[in-house]
């Protein structure tokens, strides 16, 4: 069965560079009826969707991060990586990567559910 | 869009009957999903289409709702179901949201 792992430092300086990988076992990402995402939870808050992409090339993400946001994909090792540039306090959170349902619509395809996610890493952003 | 879940704590018995809300600041049609979280843990699909229930969920569970306004039923809640739930949009093209959560503990 298909597992998603995150990997990561767990603390961050403030202004600098947080960067992610999500590994893919058990299976791949060059699937037609999925979108690959990342979604992050800050301590005792809800969730947040930082952004997903699909394996083509097409990627999204959420404008309240405006363009600190990157995501990119290494096929060859299987797995997918998220940055978030000019970290702050406020990115403090565990960060989990997930798959998300592709529904194929007349208006054209649109993300979905999110159907599998992996364990979840923290990230602490601190001096 | 934004999604307003309530109650925000539930205290409830092993048996009882719980119901969630979930309310959208405008129609999602049913493109509506409920997750369950359980401490230092990822959540898990249990809904989605607002009423599709996910293979391996117990029947216990149930969705239903349209529009603005969803709810996530429990018919009869057992030990393993104290955990908070999230509700989830996907209508939009632009962002998915989720609910703040709905905590549900032990009475």
């Known amino acids: 069965q298909l597992q998603l792992r995150e990997s990561g430092p767990g603390l961050v300086k403030p202004s600098e560079t947080l960067s992610l990988t999500c590994s893919v076992s058990?299976?791949?990402?060059?699937?037609?009826?999925?979108?690959w995402g990342w979604i992050r939870q800050p301590p005792g808050k809800e969730l947040e969707w930082i952004g997903s992409f699909y394996y083509s090339g097409s990627s999204y993400h959420n404008p309240s991060l405006k363009s600190r946001v990157t995501m990119s994909v290494d096929t060859s090792k299987i797995q997918f990586a998220l940055m978030l540039t000019s970290v702050t306090a406020a990115d403090t959170a565990v960060y989990f990567c997930?798959?998300?349902?592709?529904?194929?619509?007349?208006?054209?395809?649109?993300?979905?559910?999110?159907?599998?996610w992996g364990q979840g890493t923290t990230v602490i952003v601190s001096s | 869009i934004q999604m307003t879940q309530s109650p925000s704590t539930l205290s409830a018995s092993v048996g009882d009957r719980v119901i969630i809300t979930c309310r959208a600041s405008q129609s999602v049609s049913t493109w509506l999903a409920w997750y369950q979280q359980k401490p230092g843990k990822a959540p898990n699909l249990l809904i989605s289409?607002?009423?599709t229930l996910q293979g391996g969920v117990p029947s216990r569970f149930s969705g239903s709702g349209s529009g603005t306004q969803f709810t996530l039923t429990i018919s009869s809640l057992q030990p393993d179901d104290f955990a908070t739930y999230y509700c989830q949009q996907y209508n939009t093209y632009s962002v998915e949201t989720f609910g703040q959560g709905t905590k549900v503990e032990i009475k």
């Open positions: 997930a798959r998300q349902s592709r529904i194929v619509t007349v208006r054209g395809p649109r993300r979905g559910v999110f159907d599998l």
């Open positions: 058990h299976g791949s990402f060059d699937s037609n009826n999925h979108y």
């Open positions: 289409q607002a009423s």
